[in-house]
């Protein structure tokens, strides 16, 4: 389980203002006591997504499945500070992931280690790079 404070959820709320659907993500995590993964799970299912697995299981799977964005390298600096803005508004543009999913997703990475989460990609890219 994975939970971020109240006083986190305020500081996300003044620097996702601009957000509509990152608020109400807010809202519901700030409902669920501050579960990331039981928020996510909620959200899912109030925008007509079916999880098959685990919350816990089901946001690590989502957040994984998006780290090549996430990991971008005009996100990470923004990220490795605290601010997902950058991200959510790239992604809401977009339109390739509701920023109500996109919210707990990017809280969770940043509580991961924004470096260590990106591990793996830069390790891949390395290789690819030898190649």
């Known amino acids: ?10 500081a996300y709320r003044a620097q996702l203002a601009a957000f509509p659907g990152a608020l109400k993500a807010l809202e519901v995590i700030e409902d669920c006591e501050g579960d990331l993964e039981d928020a996510a799970m909620s959200l899912a299912i109030r925008i007509g997504q079916e999880p098959q697995m685990d919350n816990s299981e089901w946001l690590d799977a989502l957040t994984r499945k998006w780290r090549a964005v996430i990991c971008k390298a005009e996100f990470r600096v923004d990220l490795s500070q605290g601010s997902i803005a950058s991200v959510i508004e790239f992604l809401a543009l977009s339109e390739l992931l509701p920023a109500t999913l996109a919210t707990p997703m990017l809280i969770y990475a940043m509580k991961l280690g924004i ?13 690819a790079d030898r190649n």
Do not use: H, N, P
Not at 1 to 10: A, F, G, K, L, P
Not at 115 to 127: G, K, N, T, V, Y
């Open 1 to 10: 389980m994975t939970v971020i404070s109240s006083q986190e959820i305020e």
């Open 115 to 127: 470096q260590d989460f990106c591990q793996l990609l830069d390790a891949q890219s390395e290789i």
